[in-house]
């Protein structure tokens, strides 16, 4: 199966899990999956994160996180920013603020996949892949 947009079937695979009170949800993996999901588990939306090396691509488990008592789910909204179509890209001086700093941004940049956050301290720009929050 050819996908054109890897980052968006990865954040759709993981609203649909969320949206259906899934524990787990698995995802053909690649490097730049794996590096966003590093960066959504240091920042404590999700759970936990397995690698597995089987197979030519591999996969990516991952264990949502929800609240104990309330059940609802640690990532409320995922979105797409840059698409493959219409890439965005943003400098040091206009990181985007989601959610008034209480979301993060997930940016591509020189240094590698990093929130906007660890961005801004770094001292760098990048392309701009997604909202959570």
């Not at 936990?48 to 996969?59: D, H």
């Not at 309330?70 to 206009?94: C, F």
């Not at 801004?120 to 720009?125: E, I, K, P, T």
């Amino acid at each position: 199966m050819m996908n054109t947009d890897p980052i968006a079937d990865y954040l759709t695979r993981v609203r649909n899990a969320i949206k259906a009170n899934h524990r787990v949800v698995e995802i053909p993996a690649s490097n730049l999956k794996k590096e966003i999901t590093k960066v959504l588990f240091d920042k404590g939306y999700i759970a936990n994160y397995k690698f597995i090396e089987e197979g030519p691509q591999g996969s990516i488990k991952i264990a949502l996180k929800y609240h104990p008592i309330s059940k609802v789910p640690a990532i409320r909204t995922l979105t797409r920013v840059s698409k493959p179509g219409l890439r965005k890209y943003a400098s040091v001086d206009n990181l985007p603020r989601v959610l008034n700093g209480l979301g993060i941004a997930i940016l591509s940049t020189s240094k590698g996949v990093m929130s906007d956050k660890e961005a801004a301290v770094q001292n760098v720009g990048g392309e701009v892949l997604c909202y959570i929050y």
